[in-house]
């Protein structure tokens, strides 16, 4: 039952945004640039060709510019419903109020954008949008910080923007606070934007550079959250198949002890084993290994390019598991701990899990001093580049669904094919789809058979040149 107060406030804001539909044109000029910088930002998180709604839409040029292969647009305000139909007529509006909105349907995002400091409740809202979403969509808000609340009322005194009524005062945590009551997780959270208006030169440093530098980003302008439902996965689910890869080199001595250790998961575990330019019999030993162990699940492949990176994506691609992971062949993170990461992913409460040697204390030779500096350096990095805490960049052990490897493959021009390891590409192309990352300790074990083949300086130099290369396409966007 709507309280008198509730309809009133409803009847005066469609009245409000009619009107402002009617001069729309006006206002344009005057926030174009913002507009235009909203677009890029929530492109740069949404991929083309996905399922979209947005709540709030206006005319729907924000629902238009992702592309989506089905997009849906929703407002109050039948003024801006026409004005989006007739705009972007391949997409679908409809005029309704999100307190009420009736769909049954699901999509991959849910968009509103400057939407939250308008609505009646924001909680309902959220509760009400949530079966529009599976675990893995993604729902997707920005809202302006209230700091800007006296600037932004004397621009609009000046008739330099449209007026607009009364607003929530919503912060970050009172966001976090409402999801989290709704059935929400929050992925991440960032500042965009400290200079609104178009300025040669001076709008793109300020708004690709300064605005994500403390202390500056406390000024930023607009707030954006990504967050992720946590509604349960069906009992009746079957149980995933699991596709372990094992790149192989020089470690002949490990095989056996591999088919013996690495625990059955889900459904089936299947082994698969890519053999890159051995001097020892790397390859002959697996080939003995799988005939002695016929009722294993277990392919071998000889790697045809260099680095781990290139054997992990061959491995990858051969894999017929609906989780993908890997573990390093010499051994040092223990096979008998993947069950963890396997009911991670499983449980819904991680997409991509990455195993963290930094935790426990580690025996005497497992990782050398300037190895283990070099972790902790790149792991502070990686936990500001991507908004999600990551203590251990480069251990080896990573899980997470095909469906999402695919993805990422799909994505991978993106950030370029430099990445001799593989950790930095899953990393990277696992936080622009905006999975949820979860680590887990592990205890790092010293090896007892072979050497390593990383060599620290060499490819510390390339791992810095790649976080400088993330930096322009994660960061600094």
């Not at 206002?27 to 947005?54: C, D, K, M, T």
């Not at 894999?319 to 819904?348: N, Q, S, W």
């Amino acid at each position: 039952m709507k309280s008198s107060h509730d309809q009133i406030y409803k009847k005066t804001r469609i009245a409000h945004w009619d009107k402002i539909a009617e001069t729309l044109d006006q206002w344009r000029r005057f926030n174009a640039y913002y507009h235009e910088r909203l677009r890029e930002v929530v492109r740069f998180s949404v991929p083309p060709g996905q399922r979209v709604i947005e709540i709030g839409c206006g005319t729907g040029d924000l629902l238009a510019s992702l592309d989506p292969s089905y997009g849906v647009g929703v407002d109050f305000s039948e003024g801006m419903i026409e004005k989006a139909k007739a705009r972007h007529p391949r997409l679908h509006f409809v005029t309704a109020d999100v307190h009420e909105l009736e769909l049954q349907d699901t999509f991959d995002y849910v968009i509103l954008s400057d939407v939250v400091n308008e609505l009646w409740d924001v909680q309902a809202v959220f509760q009400k949008i949530l079966p529009l979403t599976t675990t893995r969509s993604r729902i997707i808000i920005n809202f302006y910080s209230r700091l800007w609340e006296l600037p932004l009322g004397l621009v609009r005194s000046l008739g330099l923007a449209k007026p607009m009524l009364l607003q929530n005062w919503l912060t970050v945590e009172d966001i976090r606070g409402l999801l989290s009551l709704a059935g929400y997780e929050v992925i991440n959270h960032r500042e965009e934007m400290i200079w609104p208006l178009r300025t040669p030169l001076i709008d793109s440093v300020m708004n690709r550079f300064v605005a994500k530098l403390w202390p500056f980003r406390i000024f930023a302008l607009t707030h954006f959250i990504t967050a992720r439902s946590l509604a349960a996965a069906s009992d009746k689910e079957d149980l995933p198949s699991v596709s372990v890869v094992i790149a192989a080199r020089n470690e002949s001595g490990n095989i056996q002890q591999i088919f013996e250790r690495v625990p059955e998961m889900g459904r089936k575990t299947e082994l698969i084993f890519v053999e890159g330019g051995s001097t020892d019999n790397t390859y002959e030993a697996i080939q003995k290994a799988i005939r002695e162990n016929p009722r294993r699940p277990a392919k071998l492949f000889r790697q045809t390019g260099q680095g781990k990176g290139d054997a992990v994506r061959l491995g990858f691609r051969q894999a017929e598991g609906d989780i993908l992971m890997i573990l390093d062949a010499d051994l040092t993170v223990p096979p008998e701990d993947l069950p963890r990461f396997y009911d991670a992913i499983h449980k819904g409460q991680a997409e991509f899990v990455n195993g963290v040697r930094l935790v426990y204390p580690m025996e005497k030779e497992a990782m050398r001093f300037f190895n283990l500096v070099g972790n902790k350096f790149f792991s502070l990095v990686f936990s500001w580049l991507l908004g999600q805490p990551i203590k251990d960049t480069l251990c080896g052990t990573k899980v997470l669904r095909k469906i999402d490897y695919e993805k990422i493959a799909a994505n991978r021009s993106y950030f370029g094919d430099f990445d001799p390891f593989g950790d930095f590409d899953l990393l990277f192309g696992a936080a622009k789809l905006n999975l949820k990352i979860v680590e887990i300790p592990v205890r790092y074990r010293e090896r007892t058979y072979g050497t390593t083949n990383i060599s620290r300086w060499k490819h510390g130099w390339l791992l810095l040149r790649m976080v400088f290369f993330a930096l322009r396409r994660i960061k600094f966007l």
